[in-house]
């Protein structure tokens, strides 16, 4: 918290109440640094230098103070060169190693930096702070300006609402585009008046202003689709260099004082990580997945097919349709942002599991399938590109036949490809023909928001977001258009927060991901499009790769999303109270945000044992969780428990006789 108008002092009282809201995220003990306009403070889960990486730290001066989320992988190499510039240490934590990093480099010292993190750091003498966040947005960072001139900044939203200096208002523009394109796009988020610092970005902030600036992009080379395979370098080489980065990306990421665990799913990413840890290191494997007891979503028979290869202890938690739904208000409550999926409740349940199991850190697969070119969605923007030179051709859209399983796209007749592909299809020069199908058959969902919701609607999936793009971005490979789109749209406003950080934090296990260090992000940039995607044969390069390592049961299995039931977990003979209090029509009215009618028709149909398809699906996980976040955060949210006498604080108190 800084009170930028010096028109009051941070007190203790206000950084242990924000610190309670984030009990979860590190529970082993808590820290405060208190200077007049300014309350830094930690929760931290202890990982790395478990006694002596208390935060905040201060560097030799005590000038400089930092507190910080999350990891640098690369802290032990980073530190050797700064002891050769004179540097000298207190503890052996990446913490410190971050703050003389910025002494010696300011803000582009997060260049140099290996990991997943949100940083804070105060310079006393300049009276300036500083906010950095990772290139990809692993680790969340929240702020707002409340109306006496604060800038109240936190890793999670309800610990800056628990401050009671603004109040949870649910912006019905940003619900639309959750409706849109799954997820707020950057910096919103579904309250209005609090901002994300994106990913890749840092804040520097003084009485006098506040500046956001980006010092890291996702970037790709210039058009690569015309250029010959052979001007690359030997696909042999390729792969051998790909897989020493993934093995170091591995090697620096089980870096821990306490012991690291891996996710394993049964499809090739999580099975590579973990293939890597067995083979290059001397860890102990062990490892966590997911059962389902639908069938249509379990994946089970490759996970002990994979576990017994590997040879791992490994433990597994039962997703239910029943247990899916109980833990869904829990799982909101975590995200602070509706959900059209469901899948991140059976993480929430995983997470606990390794938890119990006595763990803090597990490797995960995430970012594979976005850098490596591993969804449907890239193939079927090639297939449409490729069907959009001959336009009457009756074979071509059949290709489409064998994307998108999990749909059944196989059972389609030719001419429903034909009318639901071929929308669109000519405007290939569209910025976002990739994904412009995806977001405009979420109309059928938006049918569901109020007309107060969508009443300043403009051209959806196209205005949004071309106005964000690069100016380079028009002249990279198609292929590398459609990544960057589902890598900022999708990856890191999706997929590592609501399904990542949240769910693994909701029960203070971190989640660390080798496909992510951003040496390999750079490599797989850098590669030629036939090297991800050859033909439709996804993640080609990784499967060539992973030969030595996997079983080809595993290596050669088709792709399949991880996906989890939606309305039969939450229509069963065992539905759960709020399910039908959240959809009454009362409730509906009161939140303001869907039309009551449309609502009782969908729950309706549910009820009657109709089929639904794939978009009301989805519509039906985004009204219910739409409505628990305004029953949470905006009518009823919580008084939490300040820090007590009995948690472990340590306060760091510069001006004792001025507060």
């Known amino acids: 918290m800084f009170e930028r108008k010096r028109t009051r002092s941070v007190v203790e009282a206000d950084m242990r109440q924000m610190l309670a809201a984030l009990r979860h995220r590190g529970p082993d003990e808590f820290g405060i640094l208190l200077d007049r306009e300014i309350g830094l403070g930690n929760s931290r889960l202890s990982i790395i230098d478990l006694s002596g990486g208390s935060q905040p730290i201060a560097n030799e001066d005590e000038t400089l103070w930092i507190v910080f989320n999350g990891e640098v992988f690369n802290y032990i190499e980073l530190r050797a060169d700064l002891e050769k510039l004179g540097h000298r240490f207190r503890t052996s934590s ?17 260049n140099k930096l290996n990991g997943q993190f949100a940083i804070a750091i105060w310079d006393k003498n300049k009276r300036r702070l500083f906010l950095g966040r990772d290139r990809l947005g692993v680790r969340p960072l929240f702020y707002t300006h409340t109306s006496d001139g604060a800038l109240v900044f936190a890793s999670e939203i309800k610990s800056i609402l628990s401050t ?52 890291w992009k996702n970037e790709f080379p210039i058009d690569t689709d015309g250029l010959n395979l052979n001007g690359t370098p030997r696909v042999e080489e390729v792969i051998e260099e790909f ?16 012991p690291v665990g891996s996710y394993l799913s049964g499809g090739l990413d999580s099975s590579t990580i973990a293939s890597v840890v067995r083979r290059h290191t001397t860890n102990k494997l062990v490892t966590f997945s997911i059962a389902f007891g639908d069938q249509k979503f379990d994946e089970s028979e490759f996970q002990i097919e994979m576990a017994a290869h590997l040879g791992t202890e490994h433990h597994v938690v039962r997703a239910t349709h029943s247990e899916i739904a109980d833990v869904f208000p829990q ?41 490596l070119a591993g969804y449907d969605i890239f193939k079927e923007a090639k297939v449409r590109r490729f069907w959009a030179r001959q336009p009457g051709s009756k074979l071509r859209p059949q290709l489409l036949k064998s994307l998108y399983p999990d749909i059944g796209l196989a059972q389609s ?79 890191s406003e999706y997929l590592l927060s609501s399904q990542g950080d949240r769910m693994g934090m909701a029960h203070s296990i971190e989640g660390r991901f080798p496909f992510l260090d951003y040496r390999m992000v750079e490599f797989c940039n850098r590669l030629h499009p036939r090297l991800k995607m050859r033909g439709l044969t996804e993640k080609w390069l990784l499967k060539e790769a992973a030969r030595p390592w996997l ?49 009782e028709q969908l729950v309706r149909k549910i009820d009657g044992g109709r089929a639904i398809g794939e978009t009301d699906d989805m519509a039906l996980a985004g009204i219910i969780s739409t409505q628990l976040l305004h029953e949470q955060f905006v009518k009823n949210f919580p008084s939490i428990p300040s820090l007590s006498s009995k948690d472990r604080v340590k306060v760091c108190n510069l001006n004792p006789k001025k507060l």
């Open 94 to 110: 990446d913490t410190e190693v971050i703050l003389h990093m910025f002494e010696e480099y300011g803000p582009q010292c997060l």
């Open 164 to 215: 009671r200096r603004i109040r949870a208002e649910i912006d019905p523009a940003i619900v639309e585009q959750v409706f849109t394109y799954w997820s707020p796009l950057s910096p919103n988020t579904i309250f209005h008046g609090i901002k994300e610092c994106p990913p890749g970005h840092f804040l520097i902030a003084d009485d006098q202003s506040i500046q956001i600036e980006r010092y």
């Open 243 to 258: 897989r020493a980065l993934l093995i170091d990306a591995c090697r620096i990421r089980l870096r821990a004082d306490v």
């Open 331 to 371: 799982v909101i409550w975590h995200t602070e942002v509706p959900l059209m999926r469901t899948a991140p409740a059976p993480m929430f349940m995983l997470s606990k599991l390794v938890r119990d199991t006595g763990f803090k850190v597990v490797l995960t697969g995430e970012g594979a399938d976005e850098f």
């Open 413 to 491: 007749s030719a001419s429903y490809l034909a009318a639901f592909f071929g929308e669109g299809l000519m405007e290939v020069d569209s910025p976002v023909y990739s994904h412009a199908i995806r977001w405009r058959n979420n109309r059928r969902t938006r049918r569901f928001l109020d007309d107060r919701v969508t009443a300043n609607s403009n051209n959806a999936g196209v205005d949004e977001v071309a106005a964000t793009l690069p100016p380079e971005f028009k002249k990279w490979s198609t292929l590398a258009r459609a990544q960057f789109l589902e890598i900022s749209v999708f990856l």
């Open 551 to 599: 079983p080809d049961i595993i290596r050669r299995r088709p792709k399949r999303p991880y996906r989890a039931p939606i309305h039969r977990s939450f229509f069963n003979d065992k539905t759960p109270a709020y399910v039908r209090e959240v959809l009454s029509p009362g409730s509906i009215q009161e939140a303001g945000l869907f039309k009551s009618g449309s609502v």
